[in-house]
């Protein structure tokens, strides 16, 4: 079993930023992305970030010249750093990962959610 634990998140006023960590722990083979999603009330789930372990990044439109995300391989870890934060990203921010857990098998992780608000 897999299991995503996150970190960060919390209160802030809009142009102030925040960091968000996750880390990966259990038996896998390896983790080929990892990365960030967001809802917001009444709302998709929606792409924030999200690394490729071979380097690649991607990026929601919306977050783009404003967050960005890092990723330790070694560690299984994923942090996102969101700053000039507006109202329009509060939501529930969750880690996701794509793990290879045998070598027939790959799973998509979700990490339990952490709250961001940005408001004043």
């Known amino acids: 079993q897999v299991q995503l634990v996150e970190s960060g998140g919390g209160l802030v006023q809009p142009g102030g930023s925040l960091r968000l960590s996750c880390a990966a722990s259990?038996?896998?083979?390896?983790?080929?992305?990892m990365g960030w999603y967001r809802q917001a009330p009444g709302k998709q789930r929606e792409l924030v970030a999200r690394f490729f372990s071979g380097g690649t990044t991607n990026y929601g439109d919306s977050v783009k010249g404003r967050f960005t995300i890092s990723r330790d391989n070694a560690k299984n870890t994923v942090s996102l750093q969101m700053n000039s934060l507006k109202p329009e990203d509060t939501a529930v921010y969750y880690c996701?990962?794509?793990?290879?857990?045998?070598?027939?098998?790959?799973?998509?992780?979700w990490g339990q959610g952490t709250q961001v608000n940005v408001s004043s």
């Open positions: 996701n990962a794509v793990v290879v857990v045998s070598t027939r098998r790959t799973d998509n992780y």
């Open positions: 259990g038996s896998f083979f390896s983790i080929p992305v």
